[in-house]
Every structure is written in structure tokens, then in C-alpha cells.
């Protein structure tokens, strides 16, 4: 696809109250403004290299979400996940176990944060033509399907990191995955922070 064709669009940052609403179900398939919406999503995904956009990342309220990567020579450790449109997604989580991972985001540029997902999932939706997707998934394909199905929620994936010492601009690898569930001091000094805030917030509320 020549660059001139190509329609990326703005991508709406953490801040945006756009980004924390609930979005729509997709009611018809097969239409010019769906087609219209999944390109705009390709094209800005492809030319951002994200691994993942949902449609309310581009001020769209709708459940669609689009993700995939190519294999890279650069990264062989790197698992392929096959390119995907889906919309209407049901998540269904297969285990209880979590992994915690990085992860980031086009909305949430510059940083990185580790991330407690489930390690397999089940979902269901249909691509842009309402055929149906039903699968089930591990690893980092799993991964990127919760954090984009979580943009359709109004989640940000910082919502999801269990301390904030697991959240950190792009500088290094200074965390490693594996720290990121031993982080208990962290937590307790976070702790310790927030609450006097929020005692704060009800003393001035009363
Ligand atoms: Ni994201």
C-alpha cells in the first residue's frame, strides 16, 4: 500500500476521557463505515508498529479491536500472533493462574509497565464480516487480546499493574517480569501513600 492512500489517524492518550468509556456493540457488518474503521486501525497500527489497537484509541466507541506480529529475524524469541480483526469480543479466562510481563501501549506512549494477565483465554467475536472467531490462546497472544479487550472497557493497562513500581519509561530493562510479583515492599510504601490520600479526599468531601 502506497504511504499516500494510507489514513492514520490520531491516537488518543491516557487522559482522554474518550479512552476510559464503555464501547458499543458493532451492530452491522459488511459496511462501508466498518471497512472505513478497520483500515484506519491498520493503517495507524502499522504505522505506529504496534502489536494491537482498539477502536476507542482513535476516538471510535465501538467493540472492535484489531492485533498481530510478524515474525522478526531481530526478535526469534518473539511469538507470532496471527493478524485478527475482532469484534464483539467475549473473553472467557481458562485458568486462574496469571503471568506477569511487559507491556505497553500507543495510548500510553514512552512507557512500559509488567502486567498480570490470565495465562490462557478463550475468545469469541467475528471479524468485519461476521464470521465467527472462537479460539483459545496462551502466552503472549493471550496477552495482547486481554489488553486490547480491556480498551473496549475503558482499561488502561496501568490500571491492571498491581504496584507502581512495576511501571517505568522505556529507558531499560532495569525489571525484570520475574521481580515484578517480589515487589512487596513496593507495594507497602504505595500503600502507605495512598491512604492518607484518599483520607484526605473524604475529610474535605464531609
Ligand atoms: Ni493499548
Not at 40 to 49: C, F, I
Not at 140 to 167: K, S, T, W
Amino acid at each position: 500500500m502506497r504511504w499516500s492512500s494510507m489514513s492514520i489517524k490520531p491516537v488518543l492518550r491516557m487522559g482522554d476521557p474518550a479512552l476510559l468509556e464503555v464501547a458499543q456493540k458493532v451492530e452491522a457488518f459488511n459496511t462501508p463505515e466498518l471497512e472505513a474503521l478497520i483500515r484506519d486501525m491498520h493503517d495507524t497500527m502499522e504505522a505506529l508498529n504496534g502489536a494491537g489497537l482498539a477502536a476507542p484509541q482513535i476516538g471510535v466507541g465501538l467493540q472492535v479491536v484489531i492485533f498481530g506480529v510478524k515474525r522478526n529475524p531481530r526478535y526469534p524469541d518473539a511469538e507470532e500472533v496471527p493478524y485478527t480483526v475482532l469484534v464483539n469480543p467475549v473473553l472467557t479466562p481458562l485458568t486462574r493462574t496469571m503471568e506477569q510481563d511487559w507491556e505497553g501501549c500507543l495510548s500510553v506512549p514512552g512507557m512500559r509497565g509488567i502486567v498480570p494477565r490470565f495465562a490462557n483465554v478463550r475468545y469469541q467475536g467475528s471479524d468485519q464480516h461476521g464470521e465467527s472467531i472462537d479460539r483459545s490462546v496462551d502466552g503472549f497472544h493471550a496477552r495482547v487480546v486481554q489488553h486490547e479487550c480491556d480498551h473496549l472497557e475503558g482499561i488502561l493497562y496501568p490500571m491492571r499493574i498491581n504496584c507502581c513500581g512495576n511501571l517505568s519509561f522505556q529507558i531499560s530493562s532495569i525489571l525484570k517480569p520475574e521481580q515484578a510479583s517480589c515487589c512487596a515492599s513496593n507495594c507497602a510504601r504505595w500503600r502507605a501513600l495512598r491512604f492518607p490520600l484518599s483520607t484526605m479526599i473524604c475529610a474535605v468531601s464531609r
